[in-house]
């Protein structure tokens, strides 16, 4: 389960990354408008959606080109994400993968910026 950290040390990991991704050299991960990527917003509609199913036990959440930059070496980033459900098949120390997301699969997030949310 994950756990929640101090607001203080989510802001430093976050400025952090944000130095990170726009030092020259750095990681580099751009919005589709060209900005430096900061992070995600995903609304709460397509999560109440994933999350009504009671087989789901969480949402996993991959990183993705953004489909309108699916090929080339542009840094346009999206995620991609679903509910997530037992793998029957999973074995400790086997191949299967912990998790299946067997259901609908969502895009097209809002980047930040420009939309964004704050730590006070």
Request: glycine share 10%; proline share 9%.
């Amino acid at each position: 389960m994950a756990l929640t950290i101090e607001k203080k040390l989510a802001k430093k990991l976050i400025a952090s990354y944000r130095e990170l991704n726009t030092e020259p050299g750095g990681v580099g991960l751009k919005t589709p408008d060209g900005q430096f990527l900061n992070g995600f917003f995903i609304d709460r509609d397509s999560l109440d959606i994933i999350l009504a199913n009671p087989g789901v036990v969480g949402v996993s959440v991959h990183l993705a080109k953004h489909p309108s930059f699916p090929t080339g070496n542009e840094r346009v980033l999206t995620i991609v994400f679903g509910g997530a459900e037992p793998n029957p098949d999973y074995k400790e120390g086997g191949n299967a993968a912990k998790y299946l997301n067997k259901l609908d699969v969502w895009d097209q997030v809002e980047p930040c910026p420009p939309v964004c949310s704050t730590i006070p």
